[in-house]
Structure formats: structure tokens, C-alpha cells
């Protein structure tokens, strides 16, 4: 099992940007495909971002598209999220995972907080 823990949330007004890291121990991350969810007040857990092990697949959902990058650093077994032009919809907690297949995630950070005020 993989251990990965997040970090980088904050508070931020509309149109700024944050980065977000996940930083993973007990697995070496390189054969993890690696995702990003968040989770709004009241609502489901919804996917963001995913990469591939050699990051050359990047996939996104569509309300992120053109304003999030995810990207991963194996030798530093870190995943990042950097989000730019923030909107207060993208408001929620942000949490990282790892899986060994898309779209299946085995483990989970504890997530970080995304706050966008508008």
C-alpha cells in the first residue's frame, strides 16, 4: 500500500492559482497511474486529473481543461496539480490517489483544502 499525502491547498481569490502536491511513501510511485479528485460541500467526489506512470497521457475532466496541469516527478515520487485561473466552483477538498489501473484508485491522501473566493 502506498501512503500519499497532499498538500498545497489554500485560500485564493477567482482568477489566481494554486499548486498542489502529493507526496507519496511506503511504494515507489513509478508504476502508479495517479489521479486527482476533489469533493464540494454537499456533493459527490468527482474526478480531475489523471497521468500515466511516464506522465505522457495526461487526461482531464472538461471543466478543468486549458486551467489545471497535472504532472508527476517519479525520482521525487510527487504528483502535482497546478490549477490556474481559479473559479469559485472549484471550491472543495482535493484529494490524491493511486491506483494501478485508470480508472480504478486504491489508495488515498487525506485530502487538502480549496478555497476560491469570488
Known amino acids: 500500500q502506498v501512503q500519499l499525502v497532499e498538500s498545497g491547498g489554500g485560500l485564493v481569490q477567482a482568477g489566481g492559482s494554486l499548486r498542489l502536491s502529493c507526496a507519496a511513501s511506503g511504494r515507489t510511485l513509478s508504476s502508479y497511474v495517479m489521479g486527482w479528485f476533489r469533493q464540494a460541500p454537499g456533493k459527490e467526489r468527482e474526478f480531475v486529473a489523471a497521468?500515466?506512470?511516464?506522465?505522457?497521457?495526461?487526461y482531464y475532466t472538461d471543466s478543468v481543461k486549458g486551467r489545471f496541469t497535472i504532472s508527476r516527478d517519479n525520482a521525487k515520487n510527487t504528483v502535482y496539480l497546478q490549477m490556474n485561473s481559479l473559479k469559485p466552483e472549484d471550491t472543495g477538498v482535493y484529494y490524491c490517489?493511486?491506483?494501478?489501473?485508470?480508472?480504478?484508485?486504491?489508495?488515498w491522501g487525506q485530502g487538502t483544502q480549496v478555497t476560491v473566493s469570488s
Open positions: 497521468i500515466n506512470w511516464s506522465g505522457s497521457s495526461p
Open positions: 490517489a493511486a491506483g494501478k489501473n485508470f480508472p480504478s484508485f486504491g489508495s
